[in-house]
DNA sequence: CTGAAAGCGCTTACAG
DNA sequence: CTGAAAGCGCTTACAG
């Protein structure tokens, strides 16, 4: 593979010549910029930036390390910090961390180890000792989604309570005042917080929130599904349950299909996080959305922001709720009822 | 942060009996040895793998182009693909291409920048330039799922054929005549190669595959739908519409229901690529279903093997058939019909 | 405007 | 077993 030492003897100039072309340098001859453009083309160059990065101390590339690729969630949410980071020059590196603190640990360190210029992370857990180590050495660094409470780095994030609560007086409206949730790890603090907004929101409407009624999840399918097989072996099962992500609600729908019952007539159902299936499930199911692409450019600009010596200003944008007819919507017996969507802010 | 002279330093030994404990040679006293670990561990001393690559030519990074990450069927490719690359004691960078032939270059293009160990991808057309060159430069690189007829390159995929003759089969025995397919971009193998073995299937039954039956698709949703729409608007309509990919099956789903018509009522619907959705939508989608854990892990040890020196073979796995029950599977009126799952292997 | 030279943080023959 | 030194492919003050 050709180097700069192949193009300089090629251009007949010196390599620091052909560096300066490269690098779009100014005080550059119109004939030198040629010679080189030249010899670039015919030897078919192209710049290590192994070396270049281990010169200049810096990668040009972005750390992101999210909980869970296979969550459409966080899918989306990839693809849009990546577009915003090529959009910006930047290449980005995704770690997937399967919500486990061990593999998050393992892909900051490596992320770390080949010295990327910041990173963006969605935490598995409260705070795994790389993750803080990371935090604490003054890598540029934002959150995304989830943060840790108490470490001060920029938060980018989508708030949910507007729309949980319009999620509750839906319900509310609908007649139902037994609600369930399946929560999400307590470690995080999507986790905790969907919870707290759920349970406000019931105490407006006078209702409480049972121990029996929160169920521990961990934001994957199977948690889900056990969840709600204990939710239906309650002598007083919940009449909607509530799903603080998108693949729990896939496990909810696997256990009351295999307990060949059914959404909703038998039992309620709503999620945090829309996906396009959703619409297609049986029934659609009525979920609260965030704004994912927005987060994800948000997150994108506020990181490099830091990197670039700025503040990198927290962002909180807001989630709102889409009516469908996992809840019972349609009432008994009819077949097409018009999917109304709310938006949580009036 | 600390580099490897400060180790030394804190150690007071040489850096080259530093590099050396770090790097398990085996010549290096337990003494040094131990007073190395011990000015890492104070040290937090963490290598630089920039400098290290520079030095010994090699990244232990995979680079990994797809089509579409927000394709359920890649975003799984993907996490195998890197749960495999961590056990072998690779990093797997993933570029997308959303179908888009210059942005497949771009990332290539960065990913060879970056001096990647290897090269794993799905190509989204007949070979843009950058992709070509790379294996002409002699990049190790394997293809997995799609593949470029003439590049000398391994390719690891699936083999539809079988599963796709036992769609028909069943589709037949369905006593469903007029059969239609939304094809993938001709560019692409899998595009082609569907639309082929579903031709030679119906052929099998005596059954043609007219052209107003076979709609022009990209592999995305958008395209699904305006290909259903199409056929829905023909004076006599397919009996059944057949998917290439899950993305066009989502589309078809959303033209049906837009009509205000019903699957399978109306039109059966079949997918190539089972997804967990597919168990929940409204109907359950019969779908062919790849053994994708598998293919990533074999296309990550072919490409390991080739970096490493080897031949890098080839591998095909059979898909199979998953049937369910939006080709009218139940008959009309009966509510829940057993669900077998025929294997394409018998 | 151009070039010689130093140096980024490592690894690895080469001596000893 | 250990160290001094060269070198990986670049960029960038420093002179001229």
Redesign the pocket.
């Known amino acids: 593979?050709?180097?700069?030492?192949d193009v300089a003897a090629e251009a007949?100039?010196?390599?620091?010549?052909?560096?300066?072309v490269?690098?779009g340098?100014?005080?550059?001859?119109e004939?030198?910029?040629r010679r080189v453009t030249d010899a670039v083309e015919r030897l078919g160059?192209?710049?290590?930036a192994?070396?270049?990065s281990?010169?200049?101390?810096q990668t040009r590339t972005l750390g992101l390390v999210i909980s869970d690729v296979m969550n459409p969630y966080f899918t989306e949410l990839a693809r849009s910090v990546e577009e915003e980071a090529r959009a910006l020059g930047y290449s980005v590196i995704i770690g997937n961390a399967d919500e486990r603190p061990d593999l998050q640990d393992h892909h900051v360190t490596t992320l770390l180890d080949r010295r990327i210029d910041g990173l963006l992370v969605s935490p598995t857990d409260g705070g795994s000792p790389g993750m803080l180590g990371a935090a604490r050495a003054g890598t540029p660094m934002v959150f995304v989604d989830r943060w840790i409470p108490g470490v001060d780095v920029p938060v980018v994030r989508s708030d949910g309570r507007a729309a949980v609560r319009d999620l509750v007086a839906h319900l509310h409206a609908l007649g139902h005042r037994r609600l369930a949730i399946i929560a999400g790890p307590a470690a995080t603090t999507t986790g905790r917080e969907r919870v707290d907004a759920f349970r406000e929101a019931l105490a407006a409407h006078g209702l409480e929130l049972p121990d029996a009624y929160i169920g521990q999840g961990d934001f994957q399918a199977g948690s889900g599904r056990r969840v709600t097989e204990g939710f239906l072996d309650l002598p007083q099962p919940p009449e909607v349950v509530f799903a603080a992500d998108n693949l729990m609600a896939l496990g909810a729908l696997d256990a009351v299909r295999a307990r060949g019952l059914g959404v909703p007539d038998d039992i309620g159902l709503a999620a945090f996080d829309d996906i396009p299936w959703f619409v297609h499930t049986d029934p659609p199911v009525t979920a609260i959305a965030q704004p994912v692409r927005d987060l994800g450019r948000a997150a994108v600009r506020a990181l490099v922001d830091r990197i670039e010596g700025g503040p990198g200003a927290s962002v909180t944008l807001p989630a709102r709720l889409v009516v469908r007819r996992s809840c019972g919507e349609g009432g008994p017996g009819i077949e097409n009822p018009p999917s109304p969507v709310r938006r949580s802010t009036p």
Chains 1, 2 share one sequence.
């Open positions: 593979m050709a180097g700069i030492k007949g100039l010196s390599v620091a010549t052909v560096s300066r490269l690098n340098h100014p005080s550059v001859s004939d030198a910029r160059y192209r710049p290590n192994v070396a270049r281990l010169r200049t101390d």
